[in-house]
């Protein structure tokens, strides 16, 4: 018989009592700016608008339709 097996994952517990929400510190918020802001921009802020090129400002004809991407709703 001998000792169980280290990793049977059929005796772990898993508990979940974090409370909620979760408390978080603005030292904390600020590390994971500093760390991740790139990232958290390309996945959160809207893209700019398809209408104006970054480089000269200028503006494309026929790309006043309207925004490409919004926000969705989640209520």
Excluded: C, N, Q, Y
């Excluded at 929400?21 to 390309?42: H, K, N, Q, S």
């Excluded at 700019?48 to 309207?66: L, R």
């Amino acid at each position: 018989m001998g000792r169980p097996p280290k990793h049977d994952l059929s005796t772990w517990t898993v508990v979940d009592d974090w409370p909620d929400p979760v408390p978080v510190t603005e030292v904390e918020i600020a590390v994971f700016e500093g760390w991740f802001g790139d990232v958290f921009d390309e996945l959160f802020d809207p893209p700019a608008p398809p209408s104006i090129t970054p480089e000269t400002g200028a503006h494309v004809e026929g790309m006043d339709a309207g925004p490409l991407w919004s926000w969705p709703d989640l209520r």
